[in-house]
């Protein structure tokens, strides 16, 4: 199955950029052609349109918080009509509020199945960013994922972090494919290497085995592979390097 979705960008992975620097013309010029927003992209969302037409980009997903999207879905929806974005992804839950077992987890997952509802009336989707505690096991014996997934909810996976758990990223692809739309596309620099970014790496440098991950996500139906880096020391050298990388791993699955 060939790829067909553009290479995209989270734009969290840019928000160290250096003062003035033009983030989405320098997507743009190295081969993005989709970006994936986050919280301070919305606080002039007419403002950042604009900005992503000039620079030929689109933003078919976008991050939003639990709590925003519960409290006032209208203005999520009215983000999303302004920017394009059809997918609605939750990143994450805060320590404080995030559950210590299945039950709270069995109510996350009701609350999310409500909210995928929610979309699909809007002509929306919903889908869940990992990090690496939904594959920590609970004290049943379950896992956070398993009541995270629930009906409508689809998958957005962070392959790295589902590594960094000491879980498996190719059986969690085999046995949640079917909820997948999108992939972060990550790296795991070596151990003892790149401390000064958290121990990440630009796509293909690192640990993580893409050649083997990639054409399992795209036959899953990935629609979009999104490069990400939580702590690059340089924005510009780590979106060049992995769209370079991705474009390289999407010819070799075409």
Not at 198 to 215: C, F, Q
Request: charged letters at 25%.
């Amino acid at each position: 199955m060939a790829l067909i979705a553009p290479i995209s960008f989270q734009l969290y992975s840019a928000r160290n950029a250096p003062p003035g620097t033009d983030v989405l013309k320098t997507l743009a010029d190295v081969g993005y052609t989709n970006v994936e927003t986050y919280r301070p992209n919305y606080e002039d969302a007419e403002g950042f349109r604009k900005a992503l037409d000039a620079a030929g980009l689109t933003a078919r997903s976008g991050h939003f918080d639990l709590a925003l999207a519960e409290e006032n879905f209208a203005r999520v929806v009215e983000l999303c009509r302004i920017l394009g974005i059809e997918t609605v992804v939750i990143p994450y839950l805060l320590p404080e509020v995030r559950p210590q077992d299945a039950a709270g987890w069995r109510e996350i997952g009701q609350r999310l199945a409500e909210l995928s509802a929610e979309c699909a009336d809007e002509g929306l989707r919903l889908a869940w960013h990992n990090h690496d505690f939904e594959f920590l096991a609970l004290a049943d014996g379950s896992y956070p994922i398993e009541h995270i997934l629930t009906e409508g909810v689809l998958w957005e996976a962070d392959l790295a972090w589902i590594a960094r758990a000491g879980a498996d990223p190719a059986e969690w692809l085999e046995r949640y494919g079917a909820r997948l739309v999108s992939v972060h596309v990550k790296d795991i620099a070596p151990a003892g290497e790149n401390l000064d970014e958290d121990g990440w790496a630009d796509v293909g440098t690192g640990t993580v085995d893409w050649a083997t991950l990639w054409p399992i996500a795209v036959q899953a139906g990935a629609s979009l592979m999104i490069a990400e880096h939580d702590k690059p020391s340089d924005f510009a050298r780590f979106a060049r390097v992995s769209a370079d990388k991705m474009r390289e791993l999407a010819a070799a699955n075409a």
